[in-house]
Structures are given as structure tokens and as C-alpha cells.
């Protein structure tokens, strides 16, 4: 088995570290304090980002993105993790669920999305909803040739930065043998149309600058064209792409505990107290073994769900698997690497206060850490007949 890297690999790691480092890393402090990212500084990134080839690097050449296979785009993924959220996600990654446009969708929605020209947003999540995305009340109901959308989402982010959701709702329901069971459908709604309506979200811990909004949909009025893959069918839609997105949050995730372990490992190589440097200390030094134990592990984890996702093998259970390793692993690291500084660890003059904080989320968001040990419990059990 090869673990080596390729030179065009390591070129491309090489240039998002080096665009991280250059256009992002200085506007931390200001997006920690204020809470914002300027409308200003977000098109002089998302600029620069295309000028450097790297917007849109998970779309394919003939569509006008950067065609990085799905190893490559995680190592790219964990360079851009070095930063905050907010300001990473600007070098947009728009969702892999937009190559189900089909017709006048493709030159409309997805291949604008993919110059940098529009932007879009996800919504799933409902207050009474949460991970049982089978019981959405959101419903858009077929009147002719429009679909006439009411309801409530929430969590809905970055919708502030978008121009356009992909909207799941409930278009129906058929009888199983577990009784009534909602059918969904996906469409793709400009936040121009009237009855659409975007509210900002609930302040939340993680992220901060990456904001969450509610969207209410009141007699909203969406042009059948507009429907992503077929009606009733939304579930195959999301469940093609969601994958990928699974695996870019366990990179991300991988890119956070870089940098935390790096801060931690300074901080035991040059601190010193009763007379000599922490690190020699097996109180610290065993933290550090263990840290950097559990990282190389959910990188194993990662990139093995990457390449064979790449090589067009990878189940939802290796999806789901790097998630869950990669996310509980920055939880453990960023919170140990605190422990090795101390007090000095939440002070907001260093970064592991904001990688402890961002963390959180990220076992949640993509589906919980609950929801991913169901997909691998559900694929180990389903050839046993259980």
C-alpha cells in the first residue's frame, strides 16, 4: 500500500498553505472580534481565490473547476482547516448536490456557482425536524406548473452570502410497512422570490462570522423547472453528494488539529517551569504522543475514504466513519492541547480557544456523531438480514 504523496499533490497543498498564510490568517483577529466578514473582504478573497485557481476546486475541468480528485481535495481541505471557517469557506466549495442540474439549471444555477458568480446554501434542518429529515413539514405542493412552498427552516448557513437555496421539502407521502412515510423532493429557489423570506439565525459559539439564518416560506410560488432530479426523489439527490461533504468536514477537521498540535508542541518545547521545559515532563509529553496517536489515526481514516471515494468505492459508512473519527478526534486534541498551556490556552491571544470552540459544532452539523454510528452499525448489520 502507497502512502506517498504526488508531486502535483504536494504542489497543490504547497499553494493553499500559502494562500491561507497570505490572504486569510491575517483577518482572524478581526473576524474573532467583530463577529464579520466585510462584504468588501469577502470579494477580495473570493477574487483572489479564482485568480489562484482554487474556487471551486472540487467541480470538474469541463464544468470550469479545479477537478482535484477527492484525495487531493481533502489534503486541500485540511491546508484551508489552518484557518477560520468563516473566512476558508469564501474559497468556495459549492455543494457536489448541483451536478444533479439538468437543462437550463446547468447555465443558470450551476455553472455561474461554479465561476463564483452566485452562491448558494443547503436546507434541510427544521425546528421540530432536527436529524429525522423524514419528518419535515416544509412542503411544496404541485399546483400545475409551479410548486407552492410553506414552512420553516433553520440552521440554514451562510444564507446571508448566498443568492439562492437548495431547498428539501415534503412533496408527498407513500405507505410502508412501517406506515406513512414523507417524500421529498429538492428545488432550486432564488431568494428573490416572493414569499421568501431570510432572518438572521441564533448566535452560536462556533464559527464565529459563519452565520446561520431561518428561511419562511410563505405561499412561495417556485417554477417546476426548477426541481433538482425527480420529484419525490430528493433523498437519492442529497444522498449521491452528502458523502463528500462528510469527508470535508473530517479534513477540515484534521487541519484544526494541525495547527492545535503545533501550538501545543511550541508551547512544550520552549516553556519552562521548576527548572526545566514542559515537554519533558510525562505529564505533557504523554499528551503529546497521544494527540498526535489519535490525529495520525482519523487521517488514516480520512484520506482511506477519500481515496476510495476518488476511485468511485467509497459506501456511506467510510464517509461516515472519517466524520466520526476526525471530529471526536479535534475535540480530544484541541482540548488537550489547552490543557498543556493552561490558562494561557483560552485566552483569545492564541487560536485554541476559537479551534476548541469551532469544534464543537462540528460533531453536529453533517449529521451528529450519533447519526454516523447508525450509517456503520446499519451497513455492518443490514448482510446479516438484522
Known amino acids: 500500500m502507497d502512502f506517498s504523496i504526488s508531486e502535483d499533490q504536494q504542489m497543490v497543498v504547497d499553494t493553499v498553505r500559502a494562500f491561507v498564510e497570505r490572504e486569510l490568517v491575517p483577518h482572524e483577529e478581526e473576524v474573532e472580534r467583530t463577529g464579520q466578514v466585510r462584504p468588501e473582504l469577502v470579494d477580495q478573497i473570493r477574487g483572489k481565490a479564482i485568480d489562484a485557481g482554487l474556487y471551486a476546486a472540487n467541480m470538474p475541468v469541463e464544468l470550469g473547476g479545479g477537478g482535484l480528485d ?8 485540511r491546508a484551508f482547516g489552518w484557518t477560520a471557517y468563516a473566512l476558508h469557506y469564501i474559497v468556495a466549495r459549492p455543494s457536489n448536490i448541483l451536478r444533479a442540474c439538468t437543462g437550463d439549471q446547468v447555465d443558470e444555477y450551476l455553472l455561474p456557482t461554479v465561476r463564483g458568480e452566485r452562491v448558494e446554501c443547503l436546507a434541510m434542518s427544521e425546528p421540530d425536524a432536527g436529524s429525522d429529515l423524514r419528518g419535515m413539514t416544509c412542503r411544496a405542493e404541485r399546483h400545475g406548473d409551479h410548486y407552492v412552498v410553506n414552512g420553516t427552516k433553520h440552521f440554514i448557513s451562510h ?25 421529498i423532493s429538492s428545488l432550486l429557489v432564488d431568494f428573490d422570490t416572493p414569499g421568501v423570506e431570510r432572518v438572521p439565525g441564533y448566535n452560536c459559539v462556533s464559527n464565529r462570522g459563519y452565520h446561520n439564518f431561518i428561511l419562511n416560506f410563505d405561499e412561495a410560488r417556485v417554477p417546476a423547472s426548477k426541481l433538482l432530479g425527480e420529484e419525490h ?5 442529497a444522498n449521491e453528494w452528502l458523502g463528500s461533504t462528510r469527508l470535508q468536514v473530517a479534513a477540515v477537521c ?24 514542559i515537554g519533558r515532563f510525562q505529564g505533557v509529553s504523554f499528551k503529546l504522543a497521544d494527540m498526535r496517536t489519535r490525529l ?10 477519500a481515496w476510495l471515494s476518488a476511485k468511485g468505492e467509497m459506501t456511506d459508512a467510510d464517509a461516515a466513519m472519517a466524520k466520526l473519527s476526525a471530529t471526536e478526534m479535534l475535540q480530544f486534541v484541541s482540548d488537550e492541547a489547552i490543557q498543556i ?46
Open 70 to 77: 477527492d484525495l487531493t481535495l481533502a489534503m486541500a481541505e
Open 159 to 183: 444564507a446571508d452570502l448566498a443568492d439562492y437555496v437548495i431547498l428539501f421539502a415534503a412533496t408527498g407521502s407513500e405507505t410502508t410497512e412501517r406506515g406513512p412515510r414523507t417524500l
Open 233 to 237: 426523489r430528493g433523498f437519492d439527490v
Open 254 to 277: 484534521l487541519g484544526r488539529a494541525d495547527r492545535a498540535l503545533s501550538v501545543a508542541l511550541d508551547w512544550a518545547a520552549t516553556r519552562e517551569q521548576f527548572g526545566q521545559r
Open 296 to 305: 495520525l489515526q482519523a487521517e488514516l481514516m480520512t484520506y482511506r475514504a
Open 341 to 386: 498551556l493552561g490558562g494561557m490556552g483560552l485566552m483569545d491571544e492564541l487560536p485554541l480557544e476559537r479551534i476548541w470552540r469551532d469544534a464543537r459544532v462540528d460533531r453536529i452539523w453533517d449529521g451528529t456523531s450519533e447519526i454516523q454510528r447508525h450509517i456503520v452499525s446499519r451497513h455492518m448489520l443490514r448482510p446479516l438480514g438484522s
